[in-house]
């Protein structure tokens, strides 16, 4: 009762930003001061990979309503970049309005690009992605093509051999480029006969700004359906976090820095339900952006789950749904090979592993906060580069029974 109370505080705030989040990615909005963060070329590219992100994130969600989503999207923007520089004009407008790049005007863009995955890949933030396009053996590929990507982004598209070696090639160079940690990339070799096909991969490891002086207690969690699983938490009471409600959306939110300007956001909706639609739908990189500007430090008791957990996922099918399926009939893939070629797979696989782990929790002399935030129902989350905007990760935990990497 004493954290309702409390929240209730933020309730006027946070009207504010649910209004704006309305009027859409291409409009202004009336009040500059909100989305300030994205502001330079870097940032307005991250804020236009978020949306992307979150537009893929959507059509992935609902497919099936109550399961656990986990996607890093900057990977998926990464090879999708990689694929339009063997495009035909047309083709890159098509894949670059997907992408959400057509906003941005930048003459530079994949140099803004690769600027953007060094800043979001620095050691201390604990993002590593891997990102790559394959090519069928048949084909007869352009060797510029191979040039400009390697040259662009330190990654040669490679071309496939055909039988069993592709499968371990490929698992090794993602393991590779994600320091191990993503393994068994593919369980089966890409089906026979397509052209292209494109790997990302990505796993994270953050580490809390303050680590959590209690972690693996079984704690209770509720599911959909009326049900509790019993699953390890994390617990620390006195945490400093940023937190607010959102009365349209029904939903608290806590945002949890973690080290080198990481942040993550939890969006815990009031009724225990798998169905997040509602607060999916208002996703867009410039509400959150906003949303972050009104949310107010409070310390409480935290209890979260432990996160770490893998989702393999097959993307291609769904960027139909990004008004790609034109382009998926007729790919225009012409600075790649001569021959008629089509995208087959989508293939992303991300690993994350959030943990108890980071600096020592400071111990207090206050007595413990009574404004309790636990985690325990289902939630949608949210992990972010707070210099510059950029979408790491975004994900939906509904069952954290059995999370497995
Ligand atoms: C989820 O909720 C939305 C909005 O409340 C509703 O329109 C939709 O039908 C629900 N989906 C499922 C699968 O129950």
Same mark, same amino acid.
């Given at each position: 009762m004493k954290s309702l109370t409390f929240l209730l505080v933020f309730v006027p705030l946070l009207s504010v930003c649910r209004s704006q989040s309305?009027?859409?990615?291409d409009e202004e909005l009336g009040d500059e001061e909100h989305v300030e963060?994205?502001?330079t070329a870097t940032t307005k590219l991250a804020a236009a990979t978020s949306d992307f992100g979150y537009n893929l994130y959507r059509a992935l969600a609902s497919q099936d309503a109550s399961s656990n989503v986990l996607l890093a999207p900057l990977s998926v923007s990464t090879v999708l970049t990689q694929l339009s520089m063997g495009a035909s004009e047309t083709a890159e407008r098509q894949l670059y309005r997907a992408l959400r =790049?057509?906003?941005?005007? #930048? +003459?530079q863009l994949h140099n803004t690009l690769r600027d953007l995955l060094t800043s979001t890949g620095?050691?201390?933030?604990g993002l590593s992605t891997a990102a790559r396009v394959y090519l069928s053996r048949r084909l007869r590929v352009k060797p510029e093509f191979l040039r400009l990507v390697e040259q662009q982004f330190g990654t040669a598209p490679k071309q496939l051999m055909g039988g069993a070696k592709d499968l371990k090639d490929i698992n090794d160079w993602v393991s590779q480029g994600t320091g191990g940690k993503v393994?068994?990339?593919?369980?089966? +070799?890409? +089906?026979?006969?397509?052209g292209v096909n494109t790997v990302s991969a990505a796993h994270f490891k953050g580490k809390w700004e303050n680590g959590f002086s209690q972690s693996n207690s079984l704690e209770s969690f509720q599911i959909d359906g009326g049900t509790t699983v019993r699953v390890p938490m994390m617990h620390q009471d006195n945490y400093p976090v940023k937190m607010g409600v959102d009365s349209d959306l029904s939903c608290t939110i806590a945002q949890i820095q973690m080290q080198d300007s990481v942040s993550i956001f939890v969006f815990l909706p009031? #009724?225990?339900?798998?169905?997040?639609t509602t607060l999916e739908e208002s996703l867009t990189a410039e509400f959150v952006q906003d949303l972050s500007m009104t949310l107010l430090p409070a310390e409480v008791s935290l209890m979260l789950p432990v996160l770490s957990f893998s989702s393999t996922n097959e993307l291609q099918p769904l960027l139909a749904d990004l008004g790609l399926s034109d382009w998926l009939t007729s790919p225009g893939l012409e600075k790649i090979t001569a021959q008629p070629v089509k995208l087959g797979t989508v293939n992303h696989k991300v690993v994350m592993e959030m943990v108890?782990?980071?600096?020592? =929790?400071? *111990? *207090?002399?206050?007595? +413990? *906060?009574?404004l309790a935030l636990r985690v325990d129902k289902p939630f949608l989350f949210l992990v972010r #580069?707070?210099?510059?905007?950029?979408?790491?990760l975004v994900g939906r935990m509904v069952n954290p029974k059995n999370l497995r990497i």
């Open positions: 309305e009027t859409g990615v963060l994205f502001t =790049y057509h906003t941005l005007q #930048d +003459p620095t050691t201390g933030k393994q068994r990339f593919l369980t089966k +070799p890409f +089906p026979r006969n397509t009031n #009724d225990v339900s798998a169905n997040l108890a782990e980071g600096n020592r =929790y400071a *111990s *207090s002399t206050s007595p +413990p *906060s009574h #580069d707070e210099s510059s905007g950029a979408l790491l």
